[in-house]
Structure formats: C-alpha cells, structure tokens
C-alpha cells in the first residue's frame, strides 16, 4: 500500500469511528468466548428471581417440563431437578440417594459447563446412592472420609439430575419424585448438623434461564469474571475484557454509548450462534441430523486440546445445550435436526412430516422434541413440547413405525401425533434416545430425515 493509499484508508476512519469498530469487534469475540459463563449465570438468575431459591437450594419439576422452563434443550419426559452452588466459603455436600422404585441420574458442571463428574445410576455410586464433595479450586490437604471427591477449577457451578420413573402410572412417577425429594445439599462446615433441605416445585411456573443477546449480556459476563478466578488458558482474553469495561475486581459501568454498541455486539453474537447451529456431523451418511460437537466428547467438554481452546464451537454448544454428561450415552443420547431431507432450514409456518421406524432402540423410549432456534428452548405458549415413543395415544402404523407432524395446525385425526411450530419462526428438533442401545451407536439403526409435507 502506498502512503497515499494508507492516508486515504486513514482518513475514512476517525478516531472515534477506530473506537466503536474495536469495541464492536471485542464485543462479539467477548460474546464467542463467554458464552458459557453466561448460560450458567442465566440459570443462576432465573433460580434466584423465579424459583427465589439460594445456593443449595433444589429446585424441581414435579411433572414433565412444559414450556414455561425455559432454559437450552431441557428433556420433556424427564422429571428435574436442578441446584446451584458456590465453593467460595469451602466444600460442598451432596447426598444422591440410590435409584430404588426409579432411576435418578446426573452430572455436576463447572462455571463453564465443564462436567465435573456423573452420579446415579450412570455415575461414580452406579445407582447404589453416595455422598459427593464438592470441592473449591486449589490444594485440598486432606479428605474426610466416605465421600466422592469433586475437584472444579471454578468458584460456581451447578447439577441437573433426572428422575426416570419406570412407567407413567401415578405410582411410579411418585416414586421418582422421592427420589428428587431425598437429594441432599449442604456445606461441609455443617455436617454435622445440616440445615433443612429446601425442594422447591416449580412446574408450571416459568423459569426463565436463557441467556439475553443484548448489552445486558456482558453485565453477566462481567458478574461471572468478577467471581471466577483467572485461568492462564484465558489471560489474553482478560486484557481484551479491559477494553469493554470489564476488569476483576471492578464494578462494571458502560455508559450509553458503550451499552448501545455492546447492544449490538450481542446482537451479532446471537446470529452467528444461530447459524452455526446446522453446523453439526451428519451422524447417519448424509443425514440430516447431526451430532452438535465432535470435540466435545472428545476433550470432555472442556474444547480444550493439545493445539487450542475452541472457543467457537464451544459458544455454538452451550447456546444450544447445557448439562452434557460427563460420559455421554449413558441414560441419554440425542441427535439434532436443523434442516428438512432437501437442506432447507426448518420454517414454522410449513408443516413437515417424521416417520420413525417400529424398532426404536432405546431400553426406556425415544421422544421427539421441538425447540425455538432463536433461543434453543421450547416455543412459548406451545401446546405440545415433545413427543413421547411410550405415548399410548399415539397413532401407530401395521409395521409398528409412527408418523409425527410439525406445523402451526394439526393435520386432522392426526392431533395425537403433533407438535407445535410458531409461524414465522425458525426451528429445530432433537431426538433423544432414553437408555440408547448398540444399534444406536453402531449405526445400523438409522432415523430417516424430516420431510417438508407436499
């Protein structure tokens, strides 16, 4: 370039103009790089203001989810229940009883949706119940005895367990229930007397945890980096925080004009999370679902190998997901569809036909669920969130395979075997396997595309 042209380039661009394109620009890697700090701190908010629980307090779903827990792809057939909790003052405790009358199982997640460890029936106690201990960042000199040690390199984190009852029948499903009921939590320093234990049911009230794409973004990321110590994968990132405002130790206060920016930063977060959503493996041949991360399993979800931290596919995970197990496959295993058989991106108005073959392979049932892809939770206000396989009103063909149809309308005498789509709104759907067999991981079963209806 000559100096003329340099002058020139120099010139279009005012010092003023220089300052609001590098915030922009820091804005959006911001976004990329906290994305799961944020989730985690979204689910921490709606814990507090919707379900008005504390660190350590359970809060559950006496009844399968509907719309109105709102958090990134939850099960619509599993009955939750979801904690909090922060090591700052010490260990944490963590009684998970032993699956008897239901299966309950879950993970334990860092502060960056790391899973710490799995426990129930798919973890460490292998359903014969346990005692967990959380424990804070730093050396831990010794150990009390009869518990399951926890180390985390974050302050915060949380846990989601599922209850799987062992048929619908009100028995059953209560008998899961006293599972979720007889779940434990309470710091170390206590255990010899630990407070009550507060469980607090929040079905069919909204709880609220997906993350806001706008300047109110970084006022949670800059929450989680104030509480979170500094990893030395993350000290460049650090300094590029300074230029937002966000400092350790520092109260956060953009004025307007950053906030406006910062705005717009989250704004165009947002639209590169939701187009690399399709971005997935195809995991049949030239399917058209896919598995949502390849190096997820792969470093434990932590993104972290030997040559990078992939921050990128990292972000477009946990804008989609929360809670990956520790060791995928166990109690569940899904697939994600994002694009009709012909490529084409799913559009709420239209109605698309599924036809799943009579075999399913999964020890408990399989289930179909619909999600909002500008959120990755379920549609508000949707009538039906899911389908279930084990459902008894479901219409079934002679060789045992099922037709499922998504629209903003039911097709007639079809009612039972529909679910919801919002016009003017895009979509995607999971299918989940409940207790995945061989078939489904050596591939010979395969789940045929979602076909737009003629």
């Known amino acids: 370039m000559t100096t003329s042209n340099a002058s020139a380039v120099s010139a279009a661009f005012t010092p003023a103009e220089l300052a609001r394109r590098t915030l922009q620009r820091r804005g959006v890697e911001a976004a990329i790089w906290g994305m799961p700090l944020v989730s985690v701190d979204a689910m921490r908010q709606a814990s507090l203001r919707d379900a008005g629980a504390e660190s350590g307090d359970i809060v559950y ?3 399968p989810a509907d719309w109105r827990f709102q958090t990134a792809t939850p099960n619509a057939t599993s009955l939750y229940a979801y904690f909090n909790f922060n090591l700052a003052n010490g260990p944490i405790v963590v009684e998970v009883p032993a699956s008897v009358g239901a299966e309950l199982s879950g993970t334990f997640i860092d502060a960056w949706e790391t ?3 799995d426990a129930g029936a ?10 967990y201990l959380l424990l804070p960042p730093g050396d831990t000199p010794s150990l009390p005895d009869g518990h399951l040690p926890v180390r985390t390199r974050t302050v915060n984190g949380y846990a989601l367990f599922h209850a799987i009852p062992a048929s619908s029948w009100p028995e059953d499903q209560a008998k899961a229930i006293d599972l979720v009921k007889a779940l ?4 170390l320093a206590r255990a010899d007397k630990p407070p009550a234990q507060r469980h607090i049911d929040m079905s069919g009230l909204l709880f609220n945890g997906i993350a806001r794409f ?13 509480e979170e110590p500094v990893q030395t994968r993350d000290i460049v990132v650090m300094a590029q925080l300074k230029s937002l405002g966000i400092e350790k130790g520092k109260a956060f206060k953009p004025d307007q004009a950053t906030r406006d920016v910062l705005k717009g930063a989250a704004a165009e977060a947002h639209a590169l999370f939701m187009n690399s959503a399709s971005g997935g493996q195809p995991y049949w041949p030239g399917s058209r679902w896919v598995s949502l991360t ?7 979800f932590s993104f972290e190998t ?5 921050i990128d596919e990292r972000a477009a995970m946990f804008f989609l997901a929360d809670a990956a197990p520790k060791n995928p496959g166990g109690t569940h295993f899904n697939v994600g569809a994002f694009r009709d058989a012909t490529g084409n991106p799913f559009k709420g ?3 698309y036909h599924l036809r799943i073959p009579g075999n399913g392979p999964a020890r408990h049932s399989w289930t179909v669920t619909v999600y909002d892809l500008a959120t990755g939770a379920f549609i508000r206000n949707t009538p039906r969130v899911a389908i279930d396989g084990g459902d008894r009103k479901l219409l079934k063909n002679g060789d045992g395979s099922i037709d499922v149809y998504f629209g903003p309308t039911a097709p007639v005498g079809k009612e039972s075997n529909w679910i919801f789509t919002a016009p003017r709104k895009p979509w995607f759907a999971f299918f989940r396997f409940h207790g995945p067999e061989k078939t489904v991981f050596d591939r010979t079963w395969v789940l045929p595309n979602i076909e737009r209806a003629r």
């Open 349 to 351: 108005d239209d109605t």
């Open 115 to 117: 899973p710490l460890a």
């Open 122 to 131: 798919d973890g460490e106690d292998q359903g014969r119940g346990g005692s």
């Open 61 to 63: 779903l006496s009844k």
């Open 294 to 300: 390849a190096a997820g399993p792969k470093t434990g």
């Open 184 to 187: 434990r939590v309470y710091p």
């Open 214 to 226: 706008d300047d109110t973004f970084y006022d949670a990321l800059a929450r989680m980096v104030h």
């Open 306 to 310: 030997g040559e990078r931290l992939d």
